[in-house]
């Protein structure tokens, strides 16, 4: 007996694989309750293993290392204060994690990506530029106050400048639980070895001498 499906439960399907295929979340779904890391296990693997569950704690289920203003002493007047796996091993294989960054007033966020996650933020104090530019090159960009939102689609590069009087302080969270983060001028001027000249003056157009400037202040 044949049976004739019709078109609009071959759409439903489709969409139903689409939305639960795991190309849709940044990071795997665990495959446990919870796996709080053991960051000193003497194996690697993808993620971290679970420390035994007769070990784990009240402790191992909250953070307060976003409590502390972090110090906006230094070249960009602003700083990160990371909650992912690394610092709050209980949110490992979970998929999310949260940054604190504060800036002092004129302070940036400097442009940068995170290769394994898309980051929505949250302004809780001061008036800030939040900006980012697509892979078409689109730079997009809004100044926000206390209580607005925003979000950058994963790997793609952004910053944020404090444009206010005061501090400013923003909370953004992530979906994995180790998003990495690409500063691009660290990155290209201060790495260690450091990028060949020749690579930089062509790819920025510019003398040595501008490269070397730039690779100065980054130590690279
Ligand atoms: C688990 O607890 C035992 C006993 O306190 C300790 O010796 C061991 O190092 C712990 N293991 C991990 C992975 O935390």
Known sequence: M??????SLILIFALFSLFTSPSHSADPDPLQDFCIADLKAPISVNGFPCKPSSNVTSDDFFFDGLIKEGDTNNLFK??????????????????????????????????????RATESGIVVRGKLLVGLI???????????TAGEMFVVPRGLMHFQL????????????????????VVASLNL?????????DVL????????????????????
């Open 2 to 7: 044949a049976y004739i499906i019709p078109q």
């Open 201 to 220: 003056t062509k790819a920025f157009q510019v003398d040595k001498s501008v490269v070397d400037l730039i690779k100065s202040k980054f130590g690279g």
């Open 78 to 115: 602003s700083s990160v204060t990371q909650g992912n796996v690394l610092a709050f091993p209980g949110l490992n294989t979970l998929g999310i994690s949260m940054n604190r960054v504060d800036l002092a007033p004129g302070g940036l966020n400097p442009p940068h990506t995170h290769p």
């Open 162 to 181: 404090n444009v206010g009087e005061e501090k400013a302080l923003i909370f953004t969270a992530f979906n994995s639980h180790l998003p990495g983060a």
């Open 189 to 197: 001027f201060g790495s260690k070895p450091s990028v060949p000249d």
């Open 134 to 144: 697509t892979t078409a090159n689109v730079f997009y960009s809004k100044i926000l």
